[in-house]
């Protein structure tokens, strides 16, 4: 210690200098420490303990399996076989439609495009936009025609303008199905016709609508649509819960003798977005009705909270051998909570640093962690990352740091 002292004074710095910075490190070292007030616009102080939460267990419906989950935080309200492997039938249109949006996004379709029908589009049964072999057709009309229509032609149409071949958009397909994460998917054409492998689950197509939604909010405006008219030809959505409840607006319907009827559906409501996911019910009212109960459940006894936007400074950590003495932590996304009604004011958060962080640090490095805490339960986690880089300071820097520790570890 003696020696590091007087090292100090031959390059000028005093014991004065030295004792002034540590007190300065010292506070905001306290400062960095506290425990982090959440949810201040909400102006509500946490109690010691939270009230039990009572929550009324979810609806059983009559469909072979099911899910309800929120699309901001991706939190499950609900759940029945939700893993089980099912043929999707025209659900499979909304990979077809996520597909187009992608590929208009990146640049390497327009909207205008005009395609060209080939027979096996024409000819392709099912559900039909009623397109006609050699004709041109607009992109942007094929898009509704297989969205709105449910038109397997249409949808033929579409993957063969974009990869090809129905085969080869398939595989585009399987590749995009895997890069969202819906690992227990297969497809093997666009339309969702029934065909051996071509196979999804209630979860994996939840979080496929999640990234329609959340990926291309322009183009899930088309899924709202109640009817298209095309070749004078008026068809209708067949969502009926558009016409039955204005806050849903979206998803697609399907129906095959394997599937059974099925139904995605999205419903916004005071800032809150659920989708539910239904497969097999017994006809299009009973998928209509057993999808609004779901919503309706979740819209009642759940309610979502935006905590942090996504880059927000949450709070600064000590650096040590570094340019400056403490660097920015923030949440690289927004942080985002689903929980039973009225238990908001119970939220609390705490904060791990970790110690003895050194410079030089790279922006996004992970240095500590938000812990977000219902009551006493541990509900969502995210890491706390670094604001910028941060170089090493020099010789004299590093020596006031050196004392710094020392002292501070007495």
Avoid at 56 to 85: F, R, S
Avoid at 121 to 132: D, L, V, Y
């Amino acid at each position: 210690m003696a020696n590091i002292v007087a090292s100090a004074q031959s390059l000028g710095c005093t014991i004065r200098q030295v004792t002034q910075h540590l007190k300065k490190v010292r506070a905001k070292l306290a400062a960095a420490t506290m425990l982090l007030p959440l949810l201040l616009t909400m102006g509500v102080a946490v109690p010691a303990q939270a009230a039990q939460a009572l929550v009324p267990q979810p609806p059983q419906l009559a469909a072979n399996a099911y899910i309800l989950i929120d699309a901001l935080t991706g939190k499950v309200i609900a759940e029945t076989n939700a893993d089980d492997v099912l043929a999707p039938a025209s659900l499979t249109k909304m990979m077809t439609s996520y597909m187009l949006a992608y590929e208009v996004e990146a640049g390497h379709a327009s909207l205008e495009d005009q395609v060209r029908i080939s027979e096996k589009a024409w000819r392709t049964e099912g559900s039909r936009m009623f397109i006609q072999e050699g004709k041109l057709v607009k992109l942007e009309d094929l898009m509704r025609g297989v969205i709105i229509q449910s038109g397997n032609d249409a949808s033929v149409a579409v993957a063969e303008h974009l990869a090809g071949s129905e085969e080869a958009f398939a595989d585009l397909m399987n590749q995009h199905a895997l890069r969202l994460g819906m690992t227990q998917t297969h497809f093997v054409n666009a339309t969702g016709l029934p065909a051996e492998g071509h196979l999804t689950t209630a979860r994996d197509l939840a979080i496929l609508a999640m990234a329609i939604i959340r990926d291309f909010p322009k183009h899930y405006e088309v899924y709202s649509e109640k009817e298209f008219t095309f070749n004078k030809i008026r068809q209708p959505n067949r969502n009926k819960l558009l016409w039955r409840d204005s806050s849903v607006d979206g998803l697609k319907t399907g129906y095959t003798d394997a599937a059974g009827y099925c139904l995605v559906a999205s419903s916004k409501k005071n800032g809150q977005r659920l989708i539910s996911v239904v497969l097999g019910a017994e006809d299009t009212e009973s998928r209509a009705r057993e999808s609004q109960k779901l919503i309706t459940y979740g819209m009642r006894v759940f309610e979502t909270h935006s905590l942090y936007d996504a880059q927000e400074t949450i709070t600064n950590a000590r650096v040590w051998g570094g340019v400056e003495d403490y660097i920015n932590l923030l949440l690289e996304s927004e942080l985002a909570v689903t929980i039973p009604r009225g238990q908001a004011k119970y939220i609390k958060a705490t904060m791990e640093i970790d110690d003895g962080i050194q410079a030089p640090i790279v922006a996004g490095d992970i240095l500590g962690k938000l812990v977000i805490i219902l009551d006493t339960d541990v509900i969502l986690e995210r890491d706390l990352v670094a604001s910028e880089d941060m170089r090493k300071g020099g010789f004299f820097k590093g020596l006031i740091d050196s004392v710094t520790g020392l002292v501070s570890a007495e």
